[in-house]
Structure formats: C-alpha cells, structure tokens
C-alpha cells in the first residue's frame, strides 16, 4: 500500500520530482510518478516507447514507472510512493487522496499569486500536509518570508524549503531532460540536502547513511 | 528433452551467445547432463567461444577430425546410437556434464540439407535418451530445417532484441510459433532504453508475460570471454560473484532465465541447493 502520496502544485518542478524517484528506487522504493499537469514537463523528460500510450498505460523507464493516468486503487496498493505533479490544475479530487502537498513557485507574482486558488478551504485538504518549495531564489528585495506572507497558506517554517538559484543545478536539469538521465553528477550542496531531506520526510525509517549511499550511486551513474 | 534457440533475423539478436551463457549455467550449475549443438550450414560461432576454434576454420580441421554432427550422422546410420558412439563424436566441456557436438565440416549445402531432412528427427530422438538435454541452436528464419526441429522440440527459446523491427517481425510473421511452448529471450539487454522488458511485456501482454520471458544484458567480459574462448570458465568464474562484482548483474539475470526455462520445461532443479553452491563458490 502506498506510504506517501505527494501532489506537487504550482510551477514546473520536475527535475526534483524525478531525482527524487531515481533515489527512491535505488532504495528499494517502488516507485509511481503521474504526470498531471497541463505542461507535462515530466514526461517531456522521460523517452516514451513507441506504440505505448501514457494516457492509458504505465511506461517504466530507469526502474521508475510513469503515467498520465488518474490515480487509481490498484496503484495505491502496488506502489510504495506516489508522486503527482499538477501544475497549475485543479483535480480536487485527487488531492484528496494525498498524504502530501508541495506547493512549488518562485519568486514571480505571476506564479506565487496562484498559489492560493490551487487551495481550497474544505476539511479534506486542512488535515493533509503542506509544504512549500520556493526555488530559483535570487537575492533581491522580495525575500522567501514575504512571499510565504503573501501566499498565505499556514504553512509551518520547517515544512518551507528554499533553493537558490544555481547555473549548476539549472544546466543538470536541462541535461537531464534532454538525455532523460536524471543523473545527480554536477548538482550543488543545497539541492543534495533538499533531496536528501525530502527522502528523510517521506521514509524517516530509511537510514541517512543508505539515503547518502543511494545518492552516491546515482551520481556515478550505477 | 530439446530446447532449441531460435531467432526472427540473424545477426540481430545474439542467439549463440544466449544459448552458450544459459545453456552452460544450466549444465554447469544444476548438473544437467546437456548437449550443446548447432544445425547452421555456415556463418555461426558455437564452437569457438568453448574451445578456441570453429568447426569450419581451416586451420582446425584437424581439431574436429571424427568428431562433429557429421560423425555422428555417420554412426547412426551404421548402427543404433549409444553412449559411447555419442560421446566419441562429441567434445567433453571439463570438470561439467556438457558436451559439445560441433557441427558440419561439409562443403555441400544441398547435400548436408538433404541429408539432415532425412535424419535429424529420429537422430535427436536417439540423442534424447543418451542425455538430460539437448541445446540446439537452429538457423534464424523461415529455415526448413529450422521449422523441422522447432515443430519436434520440447521448448522454444524465441531471440528477440530490444529492436521494434525485430519483435514486430517475429509476432507478425510467425503467428503459428506463438502457440507452441515458447519463452521469450532479449538478449544484449540495456536496461537503460525506453524499450525495456517490462515495456515489452506490457506492449505485447498477448504473448508476453514474466513466467515465459528474460534477458540476457549485454556484458563486456562475457563478449570478451566468448572472442577468447573462455566462456566456460567465465561462467564458472562467475556464478558466486557478490553484489559489488560488476558481472553480478548478468550471473543473475542468467540464472533467473535458467530457472524459468527449466520450469517451463517441466525440469527438476534445485534452486535453493544452487543459491548455496553459489555462496560457497566464492
């Protein structure tokens, strides 16, 4: 039965989404991402078979598997981890079938302002976890904590996460997207400890040491 | 019992090579007395991987003298097959149950392929009973040969590489094999490619399922070792390596394919009694 199922709202995040699967299968995680945004930035990134449709069947690549699907019950019985990515749709029906929110934006107003529409104010959504990644952070006036401000979302301080901006971390992404390798060499320290922490939120039974072995492997391509 | 191997295209799918690292685990490893063959005029490589040199090489005629399909074809016309005249015509693999029976040195193709129309079937029949297994690595195609010994086999081995062409032409053209006890076998498998197995069995679930299909990855040691003759001792080499060894990863693909064609074929093995053997290997 699956442990964690994570939506992911808000700007194109799938570079985190698929280094954090990559991690998890190396730890031995069974591992579902659904791509469910209007982007579909995520599956953009992973070389589709010919013949085979996302819309209508799983595709495993690199021991993740990958739909398009709506999450369903046999998935939730077969994986261990479920990741969504929404975009900027709603599917107020499936969130409520997360354990898990990450609400994803930058420092733009045109992304952080539709943060709050994605939410909703009934019960369901109130009792399910919420975190916050605000990434590509740049140093200028509009700082992580007035952003958080103004989305407004009760969102506890250590559930916020905040990246940086990185030429390193922008190129891999690219890289990876291109090659579909979702290879970890070349990324920077503060992405390493927000994947690792990720990892450490949905497993906190999973030793840090096999976490970092995991990760180790990946960046040397194993 | 026959297990042949058999493939859609050739060149394509590395037949010999599956049949030589599943065959010669299946030998070595759950002590199967097995006989390893080939029906193939010209252009294969069964012999070289296991003893340095091809049936057809000039320069080892003298290596396969009175040995070989041939000899044997000879024999059996003579007289009914026993042990003795099988194991003359053969070439003990060392220290293992396998035997090789390399295959013709003849310069005829219509004279062998008349001769072997007229003989193969109750020559394999007579071989069935001398030996636990026999392997036999058949022409590619719409061969008649080829379609002789897969009709009288027990199981079929179907080559298949992660080429679409290659699956697509072997489902399509070949529909009546389909029936027949098969298993499925990709070989010089990159787990790294969109078409994956587990893509393949879900594209083509009709046929396709975990029970009756495996690869077999490609390996730079094994490609290496079959160039220098080595195969077996690869194999040996190899069958306890630990997790960390860069070849543990096609040790257990072979065995896991090993297993699921001796349960297809209905063959007792013990795996449980391997697995040990294996740590103890070490």
Redesign the interface.
Known sequence: MASNIVAYIGIDNFDNILYLARILSKLGKKVLVIDNSDSMSVLYS???????NSLE???????VDFTRQEINQEMKEEYDDILIFYGFLEKEKDISECNRIVFVTDQYRYNYSRIPDMTCEKGDQCQIEQDLLIKDVAPMKITPEIIVERIGIPIRKENVSVLYHDERDYTNSLVCHYN?SFGLKGISKQRKAYLLEEVKKLHPDIDIHLSRTAFRRMRKGR | MKIVYWSPMHGQTGTTSNMLASALYIGIQYRKKSLLMHTHFNLNNLEAPLVGSNAKNADSIGYFQDVGLDALVRTFKASRLGKEDLDNCCISIPNTLVSLLPGTTKHNQASYAYEMNMVILNLLRSMEELVDIIFIDVCSGKHPLSRKIIDASDIIVINLSQNTGVIENCFYNYPNLLHQKVFYLVGNYDDNSKYNIRNIRRHYRKYMKASNSGIIPYNTAFHDALCDGRVVDFIKDNLGCDKDDENQYFITKVREVAEKICKLAGLEIDIEESKNRDELST
């Open positions: 992973i070389p589709q078979p010919k013949g085979m069947e799983i595709i495993t690549y690199r021991q579909g």
